[in-house]
């Protein structure tokens, strides 16, 4: 019975009630994907695997806070990209440097600064917008992903995603510009 229900019909309806059943069904009918998205991410089976492993922990936790604004799918492929996504940033701000590049260090770290600070005015920028334009940016420009293949994960045409992207960028370009002033 489990299995004919859609994604959003089983949440409504059994969790809770049996919600193991429920995390189950969900996990098996996503963790493929899940893990394919982790994989072309990390490029890295191990990390995939455990990534996976800690995304559907999250979204489990979280599972009853669910709002149907979107998806299931959609809902759960934008935790797993965002997951990743911070986990390779935090292992990249992680690496060490050697003795050696101490001379090169002083003449970068101005750069760096100033690298940092866009960042982090961007990155603010981003966290005002809602968690589909969010997610449309980075499928697009972190993940690669074409306007065809967002268009048939969102279930749009691709006039609307092209659009929605376009409307994103111009409003994280005014927040950003709005930032830069002040």
């Keep these: 019975m489990m299995t004919s229900l859609t994604d959003e019909e089983m949440i409504r309806q059994c969790l809770t009630t049996q919600p193991n059943q429920c995390f189950e069904t969900l996990y098996n009918r996503y963790v493929g994907k899940v893990y394919q998205r982790c994989l072309s991410m990390t490029k890295d089976s ?7 492993h800690d995304i559907f922990l999250k979204v489990f936790d979280k599972l009853d806070g669910f709002q149907q604004r979107s998806s299931f799918s959609t809902w759960l492929y934008s935790i797993a990209y965002n997951y990743c996504a911070d986990q390779l940033r935090i292992a990249k701000r992680l690496t060490t440097t050697g003795l050696n590049d101490d001379v090169d260090c002083i ?5 760096a600064l100033l690298h940092e600070e866009t960042l982090q005015m961007v990155k603010q920028a981003m966290g005002t917008l809602s968690v589909e334009e969010r997610s449309l940016l980075r499928l697009k420009y972190e993940d690669g992903m074409s306007i065809d293949e967002i268009a048939e994960l969102y279930g749009l045409k691709s006039s609307a995603v092209k659009m929605r992207l376009k409307r994103s960028r111009e409003k994280v370009q005014r927040l950003y510009a709005r930032k830069a002033l002040i």
């Design 107 to 111: 003449d970068e770290s101005h750069e």
């Design 46 to 52: 191990e990390k995939a695997e455990d990534f996976t």
